[in-house]
């Protein structure tokens, strides 16, 4: 794996999916009105600018200096997993499944995973990897979420009918 070329390209893609997140967001800016949707909007857009991020500094520290990638990892994550842990705890019960607060859940849990690997990179060897491989997997994995939340989010779910 050429982790300098993956982390390139992720990152890229990220903020590609961060900018048309941004057009789908400014067709609709009563979204920003209510506090709830401004929340789950926000939590879409975390969902591919903080993987961006790390994916730069990725490219930064690489495998040469992993101090440099190890440590914003962390803190990016950290912030991640608050801020999905705040959303989850704010999901409306009443929704009609149970997908968007599951699926924060799970993003709180892959940035506490991406948190965990950047503070303990020995971690990795459980699953036979670099720990800049496993974290790899990891931001795919969150990206792939974030795709998920994006479709239930324009499907509907987590926002009021007259929200359209």
Known sequence: MDVSTFYALFSA????????????????????????????VGGIYLSFL???????????GGTETPEIWRFSFV???????????????HSRPDGPSVFLPLAQAVAALFYALIAV?????ELADVVDLKPIQAEAVLLILLVV??????WRFMAGEGRPADAD
Not at 17 to 29: K, M, P
Not at 75 to 89: F, H, K
């Open 50 to 60: 903080l993987p961006a991020l790390m994916g730069l500094f990725a490219q930064v």
């Open 13 to 40: 893609t990220c903020f590609t999916l961060v900018g048309l997140w941004w057009n789908v967001v400014q067709g609709h800016r009563d979204w920003l009105r209510d506090p709830a949707l401004r929340r789950s």
């Open 145 to 150: 979420l974030g795709h998920g939340l994006v």
């Open 75 to 89: 803190v990016l994550a950290v912030i991640g997993c608050v801020s999905m842990l705040r959303l989850t705890w």
């Open 117 to 121: 690997v950047g503070a303990e990179p």
